[in-house]
């Protein structure tokens, strides 16, 4: 079983950068892909950002392009999400996901099966 812990939450003030790390402390064998996602209380869990294992293919939701970048440590088996000019709207708990992927859907929180506690991103204007 693969077990997911985020870091690098915090609280920043708007145009802020961020770096999220999330380490897996097992293989990832039996999984294709991880990915990032964020949610706020009350509401679905969104999902931000998400890659393939094999290829390292970055797949992003509407709110992260040209702002997120999603990364992987093959060697440290870490997963990174880079946050530059953040926005108050921003503002969530960060989720660290792994699962068995289909074809399409990464941004699905069904594809996943495996999840971190969670990170607080504090974005203030």
């Known amino acids: 079983q693969v077990q997911l812990v985020e870091s690098g939450g915090g609280s920043v003030q708007a145009g802020g950068s961020l770096r999220l790390s999330c380490a897996a402390s097992?293989?990832?064998?039996?999984?294709?892909?991880m990915a990032w996602f964020r949610q706020v209380a009350g509401n679905n869990r969104e999902g931000i950002a998400s890659i393939r294992l094999h290829s390292d293919s970055p797949v992003y939701g509407d709110s992260a392009k040209g702002r997120f970048s999603i990364s992987r440590d093959h060697v440290k088996n870490e997963l990174y999400l880079q946050m530059n000019r953040l926005k108050p709207e921003d503002t969530a708990m960060y989720y660290c996901?792994?699962?068995?992927?289909?074809?399409?859907?990464?941004?699905?929180?069904?594809?996943?099966?495996?999840w971190g506690r969670g990170t607080q991103v504090t974005v203030s204007s």
């Open positions: 996901a792994a699962g068995a992927c289909g074809d399409a859907g990464l941004l699905s929180s069904a594809q996943y099966n495996y």
């Open positions: 097992r293989s990832s064998y039996g999984t294709n892909c």
